[in-house]
């Protein structure tokens, strides 16, 4: 992912905060064919590495080919927003502000134990704010473990870690508030969400 230097984010606990919030992701591969799979993603922190967790269908043409120490590539976008030149006061183009995450990393194929530890943490951090939380402790083992037979679980290590963080940095004061105030009149909410992001970025908040 090309990102310019003014946009471009070394921060980890950014890099954390958009999987974490936007967790479901695109798998990429190109082994024997180029492939991408929107999954659920988690990043599983231990001792300052990380690395992150997905799973799929072993239907699917990825879980078919995919090997230890195969190359993939996870997409993770944020928030987003069209930023029109009309908010500028001098004549100018349009453009996106966005926040982004693309790691690169080596897989590395699940065993059932850390298949099942997987689907437990993630049914976990969806169903903990549910009316009547279905965890897979309440589910039984029998069923779990037959679910589980159509799951292909893999761990990814990055090798590369690319953060976006376009938040017209490259705006003076008169235009950066303009887009602000354009952004919050929308009714959208990731029109509403840059321009919070946006403030935070710049000191306003």
Request: with cysteine.
């Amino acid at each position: 992912m090309f990102i310019p230097k003014i946009y471009k984010s070394e921060d980890p606990e950014l890099m954390k905060k958009i999987i974490s919030e936007n967790a479901f992701a695109l798998l990429i591969s190109n082994k024997e064919k180029l492939s991408a799979t929107h999954s659920m993603f988690l990043l599983n922190e231990n001792d300052g590495d990380f690395f992150l967790e997905t799973h799929i269908s072993k239907v699917n043409f990825q879980a078919k080919v995919l090997k230890d120490n195969d190359e993939v590539l996870c997409d993770f976008l944020g928030a987003h927003s069209y930023i029109s030149s009309s908010w500028y006061e001098k004549p100018n183009v349009s453009t996106w502000n966005y926040e982004a995450v693309q790691i690169r990393g080596k897989v590395k194929l699940m065993t059932d134990e850390e298949l099942y530890k997987h689907l437990e943490k993630l049914t976990f951090k969806y169903e903990k704010v549910q009316k009547c939380p279905m965890f897979v402790e309440n589910m039984g083992d029998e069923l779990v473990k037959k679910e589980m037979k159509g799951a292909f679980g893999i761990n990814i290590y990055p090798t590369e870690i690319y953060i976006a963080n376009k938040l017209s940095q490259n705006r003076k004061d008169n235009d950066f508030e303009n887009i602000i105030l354009n952004l919050e009149q929308s009714d959208f909410d990731n029109d509403k969400k840059i321009a919070e992001l946006m403030k935070e970025n710049r000191g306003l908040i």
